[in-house]
Nanobody, 117 residues
């Protein structure tokens, strides 16, 4: 069955960096767009970043543009999100998702990112 397993979250000080990973299995990873979403406490789900199947086309929310970099390794079936210059407002549960026809069809369980001094 399809599995998406996020890792790499944690507690980091403002200005710090983290790299999130999402290990995918159960489907042909290289055939799908993949996205990162996040949900902060008491807030709705926010689209953070997306990448096409080949990795050559990316999307970033304005709130993370210039600070976050999405990438993928299709040989390792893994999606990444490099997060630099982290701010307290980046604190959230981060999810990776598989996209088909513009719809999220599978989600991971999430990894917590907390930015605090």
């Amino acid at each position: 069955q399809v599995q998406l397993v996020e890792s790499g979250g944690g507690l980091v000080q403002p200005g710090g960096s983290l790299r999130l990973s999402c290990a995918a299995s159960g489907f042909t990873f290289s055939s799908y767009w993949m996205y990162w979403f996040r949900q902060a406490p008491g807030k709705g789900l926010e689209e953070v970043s997306g990448i096409n199947s080949g990795g050559g086309n990316t999307y970033y929310a304005d709130s993370v543009k210039g600070r976050f970099t999405i990438s993928r390794d299709n040989a390792k079936n893994t999606l990444y999100l490099q997060m630099n210059s982290l701010k307290p407002e980046d604190t959230a549960l981060y999810y990776c998702a598989r996209i088909q026809y513009g719809t999220c069809i599978d989600w991971g369980q999430g990894t917590q990112v907390t930015v605090s001094s």
